[in-house]
């Protein structure tokens, strides 16, 4: 049974970093393509960040990009967000999603860290 | 970037009712699209891919389709188990992009 389980969320101060982490199981990880999506409070979704099964290609959104840096550990079979310089606006439900092809849909995801920026 | 407009942003239908919620994408993404269903306080969950394709485990009473650059979700006969929030995404390129969502309820 495929599995993501988040973690390393909580309550951070505006300018401040946080680092979240996907434990993954019940797939070999360093096949796929792994993401990070979000969705704050009430509101829709938005992807956040994506990186290839080996790491060396990574993608974001305007949004984020140069404040996150995605990352992953194959042997671990771990995912990882580093958020610097975060804002008010960075408060959400982070998901740790599987991507299906070289990238496209997400057919897993795991069940969300929330994480919350305020002074 | 890619923007997708999901309509109708809520929606209410009875018991058995046919429901069709419908994106409409802003240039041209091919067959890149999915579907998802969000119940509250869970994560989404895959419905259809590629447009047209039934994720595994999922009732045949979804459906998808597409004309053109507009693509819809279609549930026949719905259940209460239906309920929830419904997203579209183009996975035609990067940055990937989600409609904004379709409520349905039970009326």
């Known amino acids: 049974e495929v599995q993501l389980v988040e973690s390393g969320g909580g309550l951070v101060q505006p300018g401040r970093s946080l680092k979240l982490s996907c434990a993954a199981s019940?797939?070999?990880?360093?096949?796929?393509?792994m993401a990070w999506v979000r969705q704050a409070p009430k509101k829709g979704l938005e992807w956040v960040a994506t990186?290839?099964?080996?790491?060396?290609?990574?993608y974001y959104p305007d949004s984020v990009k140069g404040r996150f840096t995605i990352s992953r550990d194959n042997a671990k079979s771990s995912l990882y967000l580093q958020m610097n310089s975060l804002k008010s606006e960075d408060t959400a439900t982070y998901y740790c999603?599987?991507?299906?092809?070289?990238?496209?849909?997400?057919?897993?995801w795991g069940q969300g860290v929330m994480v919350t920026v305020s002074s | 970037d890619i923007q997708m407009t999901q309509s109708p942003a809520s929606l209410s239908a009875s018991l058995e009712e046919i429901v069709t919620i419908t994106c409409q994408a802003s240039?041209?993404?091919?067959?890149?699209l999915s579907w998802y269903q969000q119940k509250p306080g869970k994560s989404p969950q895959l419905l259809i891919h590629?447009?047209?394709s039934l994720a595994d485990g999922v009732p045949s009473r979804f459906s998808g389709s597409r004309s053109g650059t507009q693509y819809s979700l279609k549930i026949n006969r719905l259940q209460v188990e239906d309920t929830g929030i419904y997203y579209c995404?183009?996975?035609?390129?990067?940055?990937?992009?989600f409609g904004g969502g379709t409520k349905l309820e039970l009326k």
């Open positions: 999603a599987r991507h299906v092809g070289t990238p496209y849909y997400f057919d897993y």
């Open positions: 019940g797939f070999t990880f360093s096949n796929y393509y």
């Open positions: 990186i290839s099964t080996s790491g060396s290609r990574t």
């Open positions: 240039q041209d993404i091919g067959n890149y």
């Open positions: 590629s447009a047209t």
């Open positions: 995404l183009q996975h035609y390129s990067a940055p990937w992009t």
